[in-house]
C-alpha cells in the first residue's frame, strides 16, 4: 500500500481534537441541552462524529483501492457484486 492518495486518512484526527484537545474549553460551560451537563452531551455529539468521520474514510478508502488486485490470488476483489 501507498500512500498516494491516502491524505484523507488525515480526517482521523478530527475525532481526536473533538474529544481530547476541546475538553478545556468545553468543561466549563453551563449550558444544559436536554437537562444534561454540557460535557457529557459534547461527548454524545462526538461519537455522533467520529462515525461518520470513520465512514466518510472507510468510503473513500474504498473507492481508492476498488481497482486494486488482490497480490495472494492474483484477481480483483469485488466486494459488492
Not at 492518495?5 to 475525532?15: A, C, I, K, S, T
Not at 451537563?37 to 467520529?50: A, D, E
Amino acid at each position: 500500500m501507498t500512500m498516494k492518495g491516502y491524505g484523507h486518512r488525515w480526517l482521523l484526527l478530527l475525532p481526536f481534537l473533538w474529544q481530547i484537545a476541546a475538553v478545556p474549553f468545553v468543561n466549563d460551560v453551563a449550558w444544559r441541552p436536554l437537562s444534561l451537563p454540557f460535557p457529557m452531551m459534547w461527548q454524545l455529539v462526538g461519537i455522533v462524529i467520529t462515525t461518520i468521520v470513520i465512514a466518510t474514510v472507510f468510503r473513500l478508502d474504498e473507492r481508492l483501492e476498488g481497482g486494486e488486485q488482490d497480490i495472494s490470488s492474483g484477481r480483483s476483489e469485488d466486494r459488492h457484486p
